[in-house]
């Protein structure tokens, strides 16, 4: 089934319920399934009352309606079970008014028990029967509940007793503000219109008539005449002096413009200002940098070097810096720490090394560099 729109839905419903009250049930039927019970299609009246409690389990009218369905079809049990519901969700209310659903119609607590009771009694359970048309005596809320009087006296003497049925014109219709929503026609973009309407002038370069203003301010007083303007048609001396005077301003006017255009303006500086907060400090010459010390392979020790030093050393071929060390100590009778051993290396002094000691005593006897022996004195 295709969906229909919402304005669509509307109308179908609104025209199910004009044909409801026009008594034509079978027009009805074909815009909305709820009135199939005027048809006697109970059956299809049940399978309708059956999908509304499936969208709204807690609709109590719709229990109660489905009950009666089942209680005219013989479906006693399926009636009980459709009252207790209803019971269920009245969640202990004498009443609920469904005006506000489009169902102008209430559901009492009194009418659901008297008809459980119904069918309490056509299941054999005569207690529960007499139980439920007690309490529905007592929630009783409008006179024309007294009719379940009647029905409980019937009951006691054995006869047949019909349910309570809601009103025959309880029906749910569509809200009006919905209907009037659809069948209202509304212009969205609609007329335009002024808003604000700004009228520019230009100013009169011509002066009021002193004349005008005192017949404006006194009724009394004689209006000037309409062409008594002096205009400059009437005076030429005065039109030539006019336009005298603007020759002369357009003249002003294009040198002062030859002027500022031909003005260079120079840059002014801001002042100087000290900072807030400080005081001025006066111009002094900045101070020349500091000559860079000479690297030392030690910065903690100045190597000195110690006299003397320029002695050949008794040393095997495999000794190491160590060795050379202690001899060196030995002949100098110095302790190993007080100094160090020094080489030439890429024309720069550094400390003597394994590596570079082995190149040393492997080199060739004519061209042996030397290695130097410096006293360690701190600074």
Request: charged share 25%; net charge neutral.
């Given at each position: 089934?295709?969906?229909?729109?919402?304005?669509?839905?509307?109308?179908?419903?609104?025209?199910?319920?004009?044909?409801?009250?026009?008594?034509?049930?079978?027009?009805?039927?074909?815009?909305?399934?709820?009135?199939?019970?005027?048809?006697?299609?109970?059956?299809?009246?049940?399978?309708?009352?059956?999908?509304?409690?499936?969208?709204?389990?807690?609709?109590?009218?719709?229990?109660?309606?489905?009950?009666?369905?089942?209680?005219?079809?013989?479906?006693?049990?399926?009636?009980?079970?459709?009252?207790?519901?209803?019971?269920?969700?009245?969640?202990?209310?004498?009443?609920?008014?469904?005006?506000?659903?489009?169902?102008?119609?209430?559901?009492?607590?009194?009418?659901?028990?008297?008809?459980?009771?119904?069918?309490?009694?056509?299941?054999?359970?005569?207690?529960?029967?007499?139980?439920?048309?007690?309490?529905?005596?007592?929630?009783?809320?409008?006179?024309?509940?007294?009719?379940?009087?009647?029905?409980?006296?019937?009951?006691?003497?054995?006869?047949?007793?019909?349910?309570?049925?809601?009103?025959?014109?309880?029906?749910?219709?569509?809200?009006?503000?919905?209907?009037?929503?659809?069948?209202?026609?509304?212009?969205?973009?609609?007329?335009?219109?002024?808003?604000?309407?700004?009228?520019?002038?230009?100013?009169?370069s011509r002066s009021r008539s002193p004349l005008s203003f005192l017949s404006a301010s006194f009724p009394d007083f004689p209006k000037p005449v309409k062409d008594e303007q002096v205009t400059e048609e009437h005076l030429p001396e005065a039109a030539n002096a006019a336009t005298?005077?603007?020759?002369?301003?357009?003249?002003?006017?294009?040198?002062?413009?030859?002027?500022?255009?031909?003005?260079?303006?120079?840059?002014?500086?801001?002042?100087?200002?000290?900072?807030?907060?400080?005081?001025?400090?006066?111009?002094?010459?900045?101070?020349?940098?500091?000559?860079?010390?000479?690297?030392?392979?030690?910065?903690?020790?100045?190597?000195?070097?110690?006299?003397?030093?320029?002695?050949?050393?008794?040393?095997?071929?495999?000794?190491?810096?160590?060795?050379?060390?202690?001899?060196?100590?030995?002949?100098?009778?110095?302790?190993?720490?007080?100094?160090?051993?020094?080489?030439?290396?890429?024309?720069?002094?550094?400390?003597?090394?394994?590596?570079?000691?082995?190149?040393?005593?492997?080199?060739?006897?004519?061209?042996?560099?030397?290695?130097?022996?410096?006293?360690?004195?701190?600074?």
């Amino acid at each position: 089934m295709e969906d229909m729109s919402m304005v669509k839905t509307l109308r179908i419903w609104s025209d199910g319920v004009s044909f409801m009250e026009q008594g034509k049930f079978q027009d009805a039927l074909m815009n909305f399934m709820a009135l199939e019970g005027r048809t006697d299609s109970s059956q299809q009246t049940n399978h309708a009352f059956e999908e509304a409690v499936e969208k709204d389990k807690m609709l109590a009218v719709a229990h109660f309606m489905l009950g009666n369905v089942n209680l005219a079809l013989n479906r006693n049990e399926k009636a009980l079970k459709n009252f207790n519901d209803a019971h269920f969700y009245m969640r202990g209310n004498k009443l609920i008014n469904y005006q506000q659903l489009g169902l102008k119609s209430k559901l009492y607590m009194c009418e659901i028990l008297a008809n459980r009771a119904i069918a309490h009694s056509r299941l054999g359970d005569s207690q529960d029967a007499k139980n439920d048309f007690l309490n529905s005596l007592q929630c009783k809320v409008e006179p024309r509940h007294s009719v379940i009087d009647d029905q409980l006296l019937c009951w006691q003497s054995g006869q047949n007793i019909e349910p309570l049925k809601l009103p025959s014109h309880a029906v749910f219709q569509p809200q009006k503000r919905h209907l009037a929503a659809i069948n209202e026609k509304r212009d969205f973009l609609g007329k335009s219109k002024v808003v604000a309407e700004n009228e520019l002038r230009f100013p009169d370069s011509r002066s009021r008539s002193p004349l005008s203003f005192l017949s404006a301010s006194f009724p009394d007083f004689p209006k000037p005449v309409k062409d008594e303007q002096v205009t400059e048609e009437h005076l030429p001396e005065a039109a030539n002096a006019a336009t005298g005077r603007r020759l002369l301003l357009t003249d002003l006017r294009k040198k002062e413009t030859r002027r500022s255009l031909k003005r260079v303006s120079s840059p002014i500086e801001p002042p100087k200002k000290p900072l807030p907060g400080l005081p001025e400090r006066p111009n002094s010459p900045r101070r020349p940098p500091p000559s860079p010390r000479a690297q030392s392979p030690l910065r903690a020790n100045t190597p000195t070097p110690r006299s003397g030093a320029r002695s050949p050393l008794p040393l095997d071929e495999a000794a190491s810096t160590q060795e050379l060390l202690r001899v060196a100590a030995d002949t100098f009778k110095l302790s190993e720490d007080s100094f160090a051993l020094w080489c030439m290396k890429n024309d720069q002094l550094t400390a003597l090394q394994d590596q570079d000691l082995e190149e040393i005593l492997g080199s060739p006897m004519d061209n042996k560099p030397t290695v130097y022996c410096y006293e360690n004195k701190p600074e």
